[in-house]
């Protein structure tokens, strides 16, 4: 959040996929006078579809806003959505990312993050 909340106000985003055979996402965030500058995290696990490899598969994550003070700083407030695409590599069994959490970047610095495909894959493989 780039401003605080009104006194009093807690602000609540909570995000959603469209696709939960493809991806889920962890529980609400909330934010007030407190803590709103504290980066929070939310959650992505890619899920299999049960339908072996059906290839890349986007799909969108939503973020609903709700303010408990009417006429509050955020009351009313919309939050973006996030595309994302789950990729289905043949012959990977897991793709690793680390650090696993704690991946805030501001703007204008960088941090290093490792991926590792497991597994034993049968060709080269690209994430984007």
Partial sequence: MDSPPSAGETVTITPSSNDVTEGTVSAALTFDLSDYETPQFVTVTPGASGD???????Y???????????????DGETASSVSVTNANIDGVDVVTVSPSSGIFISEGNNQAI???????????????
């Fill in 52 to 58: 072996d490899n059906d290839g890349d598969v986007a």
């Fill in 60 to 74: 969108t994550i939503t973020n609903t806003v709700s303010s408990n003070v009417g006429g509050g700083n955020y």
């Fill in 114 to 128: 490792t991926i590792a495909a497991l597994g034993g894959p049968t060709a080269d493989v690209t994430l984007t």
